[in-house]
């Protein structure tokens, strides 16, 4: 029965990205339609994120009080409404209005589905779920782009995403059963405990530095994934399909190195397959960097900085029981996931800025910032867990 139940989770974890690349493929349509400045499309994503930021850090109260499998359940069928919403709305406003529960049902079903692997799967199934997360994140831009394409319009394929995500919300439901018992096994050997809170976790030794990592690598990869492309052409002379097609090649490399690191992932454990990442990370921003004439250095490094951050995001995540205690696993992935989205809402905008009123040839600059920030960060926690087994 759990091998259903897994499968369940890899389809989830697919759901999970299918939504993440919508708006982006659709929006040049949309714009039109709704009469609105192109800028507006960062509106809709800010409310989008600050829903995910609101229902992760609510997510430990709702896990313990409705569980994995109703919470999972109820914020996809959250997403479906708001994406089916989408298909259907008139206005600009009601858009801004419908990505409310959009990014509630995104941010509660991420922190639920990532803490319950993390609590009971090996570290190969988050590095294989994560690579299966960059699955549908890959697919919905083709599913828009053949809607778009056969003249059905960019609202049939907001529906058809709609109706993926309201099949699954079905079988979740109709599969609980599965999920409880396999809780009801968990609770006889853990003890109930009330929910940490913020202001609890953050006391712990090492959480700050592990959410400052997991901020850190979040806005290092949105950040390479938006402007990468513009510093190519803009900065090294690289002609705009060379560089688009390298920019996409970088969210490949994660997904590709994410399936790649399940085969490794069990026998090195988690520590190891962050500082590895962290470092191959470094490599290839460094290559990015280097001032030579030919710019295919920062092409392959462009490349090489995706593979390496494939196992930095599942690995943090499925340490997080292990260094921190599984009673407090709940809390502290919400309060993870919510860093997470705020480094990849606030740091692209922020080198925008960089851009526009300096230089974007800092892009590589400002990525290393993040990957040391990564390195210091990801060794303080292991310092302080080092200290933690000293002490008993």
């Known amino acids: 029965m759990f091998s259903i139940l897994l499968a369940l989770i890899y389809l989830s974890f697919i759901s999970l990205g299918l939504p993440d690349s919508l708006l982006g493929s659709a929006w040049p349509l949309m714009v039109s339609e709704f009469a609105v400045p192109v800028s507006y499309a960062g509106m809709v994503s800010m409310i989008i994120s600050a829903g ?27 997403t479906a409404g708001a994406l089916l919403g989408f298909a259907l709305s008139g206005s600009f406003v009601v858009l801004c209005i419908l990505a409310i529960p959009y990014g509630l049902g995104a941010g509660a079903v991420d922190a639920a589905l990532n803490n319950y692997v993390a609590l009971h799967l090996t570290s190969k199934h988050m590095s294989w779920l994560h690579c299966f997360w960059g699955v549908g994140a890959s697919v919905s831009p083709y599913i828009m782009g053949w809607a778009i394409g056969a003249g059905h319009g960019w609202r049939t394929g907001y529906g058809i995403v ?106 090195l454990g988690d520590r190891v397959m962050i500082r590895c990442g962290v470092i191959v990370m470094l490599v290839g921003v460094v290559l990015i960097l280097l001032p030579v004439g030919v710019s295919v250095t920062a092409l392959i490094g462009l490349i090489v900085a995706g593979i390496g951050g494939a196992p930095v995001y599942p690995s943090i995540i499925h340490s997080t029981p292990s260094n921190f205690g ?51 960060m990801s060794e303080t926690v292991n310092r302080a867990m080092n200290v933690r087994k000293v002490n008993g």
């Open 52 to 78: 995910t930021i609101v229902s992760s850090l609510l997510s430990d109260r709702l896990t313990r009080k409705l569980g994995a499998g109703l919470v999972t359940a109820i914020s996809v069928l959250m």
């Open 162 to 267: 709609s109706v993926i995500q309201m099949l699954l919300t079905f079988l979740l439901f109709v599969t609980l059963p599965l999920w409880k018992k396999k809780q009801v096994r968990d609770a006889q050997t853990e003890v109930a405990e009330a929910p940490l809170g913020l202001r609890g976790a953050v006391r712990i030794r090492g959480v700050k530095a592990i959410l400052l990592c997991f901020f850190a690598y979040c806005a290092f990869e949105s950040t390479a994934g938006l402007w990468a492309s513009t510093y190519l052409v803009q900065s090294r002379g690289i002609d705009s399909q060379t560089a688009a097609t390298f920019a996409s090649l970088f969210y490949l490399g994660i997904t590709v190195g994410r399936f790649l690191c399940g085969f490794i992932a069990d026998r």
């Open 326 to 376: 599984k009673e407090n696993s709940h809390a502290i992935v919400g309060i993870q996931m919510a860093s997470a989205y705020t480094g990849s809402t606030l740091m692209p905008p922020v080198f925008g800025l960089i851009a526009e009123h300096i230089n974007i040839a800092l892009f590589p600059c400002y990525l290393a910032v993040f990957v040391l920030l990564m390195l210091v």
